[in-house]
């Protein structure tokens, strides 16, 4: 599973960017209630940001929203005393939350705590906050799964309170930071860090001005986190740009139309690649006939779309790849890491013999029930057990109940755990099994020691263990394609 490509979304001008925001907003919410409760969401401050809740609020859609099945949480907090009228949580008070009144319940609105004596500093309130998220985490998560996390961003390019060149960008473990020197005003500020940010199920960043138009388009070129933190902001399985004329001003073409495609790039450096990544996918498309996608498999992957699931699946000829990998170690039994929507799982699954098996590791609950209901349609049910909660738990527990050992593991989950992950595949895998890890290059920043994704950080402590492990021979094989620069690892069990 690679990292969504961001999608652009021009309007008009600021007013038309934050009513359409919150018309998405509102029918993301109503939607979303059809099937999940509670729903999370992030609010930002800034000038789009409360505008939009301003829009939320004077919008009659807002009474088609179950608010009490609603959680409000906010991405940055200038600390500030309680009720100043800087704060991002007053100023959405005074936009939205106000106008709701017992629509929404108290207990779903969670600020971060404002300075007062239990509360003297801003380390303090981070710590608190963090606690918070925990409390409402699902599962053993550390936070909760936001469904949609608003962010509003500077001209200097920062999101929430992240700025270019600051600590808090390289925040891997804490959930929430202080900053003390904020080179907006105030300087005292509180923030979600990345790892929060990108675990979110969709990031909209909502941007207008020209003064915004340099950053937006460094963001959208895959800048350096450091410099352009907004280049780092992703959604699991959305990345929105919502944006402004003005904003959109110096994205190549002056809109989407031409804008690149940031893909899987990580940041590390400024693509400049977008004729090669149009050749990447003019070869997928030529070779489309050798690889030869079968009806069912698309069935699969539409009706994962149609449920809307992240279009991170792999691509149809790296499907065909796992086919082949399968069938030539002449595999029965396969683990797959990271379920999604079914598709890698149909590639596998239809490779075996039918006394043959895949068991599917998926956390979320949603994306399971998608993938075992199109399997089911495919006539592959009986081949492929779903087994839905965080991968290690499941990984943990086949190993204790003594699993009959996999021909073949595929490892496309959360990069964070990947060395966890693969030290239990390799445990639970025959010899001659193969294991194969996707998106270990991530266009390129793996080589990158200091880089300040967690995800890219993930991969590279895996590479080391399955460097340093005797149990198994290795290589890695960048890739290049419809997916945009990226690559696998392929251990074999000695
Ligand atoms: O200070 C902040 O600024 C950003 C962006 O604000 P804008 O007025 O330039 O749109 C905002 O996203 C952030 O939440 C806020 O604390």
């Known amino acids: 599973m690679s990292t969504p490509t961001p999608e652009i979304l021009v309007h008009p001008d600021a007013d038309v960017l934050a009513a359409a925001t919150a018309a998405r907003l509102l029918t993301r919410l109503v939607d979303l209630q059809s099937h999940r409760s509670p729903v999370h969401v992030v609010l930002t401050g800034g000038t789009v940001g409360i505008a939009t809740l301003r829009a939320v609020a004077q919008s009659p859609v807002r009474d088609a929203v179950d608010w009490s099945g609603v959680h409000l949480w906010w991405g940055d907090e200038r600390f500030l005393p309680d009720g100043d009228p800087d704060r991002n949580e007053t100023q959405a008070r005074a936009a939205l939350l106000d106008a709701l009144g017992e629509a929404l319940p108290a207990g779903n609105v969670h600020p971060f705590p404002a300075p007062c004596a239990d509360v003297p500093d801003g380390e ?52 929430v930071a202080a900053e003390h020197d904020s080179p907006k005003a105030p300087s005292e500020r ?10 979110a199920r969709e990031v909209w960043v909502v941007a207008a001005g020209a003064e915004k138009a340099p950053a937006v388009a460094r963001a959208l070129a895959g ?26 001003a110096q994205l190549p ?24 990544e149009r050749a990447w996918a003019a070869v ?12 069912t498999a698309r069935d699969v992957q539409a009706a994962a779309s149609d449920a809307g699931l992240p279009d991170i699946a792999v691509s149809a000829a790296q499907g065909r790849l796992l086919e082949l990998l399968a069938r030539s170690v002449g595999a029965r039994r396969i683990l ?37 209901a199109s399997l089911a349609a495919t006539g592959l049910g009986d081949r492929v057990e779903v087994l839905v909660g965080p991968a290690l738990a499941s990984l943990d527990a086949l190993v204790a109940a003594g699993s009959e050992p996999f021909d073949l593991v595929f490892v496309d989950a959360d ?49 080391a263990a399955a460097a340093a492990d005797e149990r ?20 074999r069990v000695r």
Request: charged share 20%.
């Open 415 to 463: 990069k964070q755990q990947l060395a966890a992950y693969t030290d239990r595949a390799i445990t639970l895998s025959r010899p001659g099994a193969l294991v194969m890890v996707d998106n270990v290059v991530r266009g390129g920043a793996v080589t990158d020691a200091d880089h300040p994704d967690d995800r890219v950080q993930g991969v590279r402590t895996f590479l």
């Open 190 to 199: 509180v923030t979600l860090t990345f790892p929060v940010i990108r675990s």
């Open 124 to 175: 303090t309130s981070a710590r608190r906050y963090a606690a918070e998220l925990r409390a409402h985490a699902g599962g053993d998560g550390l936070a909760p799964r936001f469904d949609v996390l608003l962010l509003g961003m500077g001209p200097d390019g920062h999101v929430a309170s992240l700025f270019p060149g600051h600590a808090a960008l390289f925040e891997a473990s804490s959930l």
């Open 253 to 276: 073409g002056g809109g989407p139309g031409s804008a690149p495609a940031p893909g899987s790039s990580e940041g590390l450096r400024p693509r400049s690649a977008s004729s090669a």
């Open 472 to 491: 198994v021979d290795g290589t890695v094989v960048q890739t290049v394609g419809e997916k945009g620069y990226d690559g696998f690892a392929l251990l």
């Open 284 to 295: 997928d498309a030529f070779v489309a006939p050798l690889v030869d996608e079968p009806q």
């Open 223 to 248: 800048d350096d986190v450091r410099t352009t933190p907004a280049a780092g902001a992703t959604g699991t399985g959305r990345t929105l740009w919502l944006v402004d004329v003005a904003a959109a």
């Open 336 to 372: 797959e890491i990271g379920t999604l929507g079914g598709y890698s799982t149909w590639w596998l699954a239809q490779s075996l013999p039918t006394d043959g098996r895949v068991v599917s590791l998926e956390l979320e609950p949603d994306h399971a029930a998608v993938a075992s």
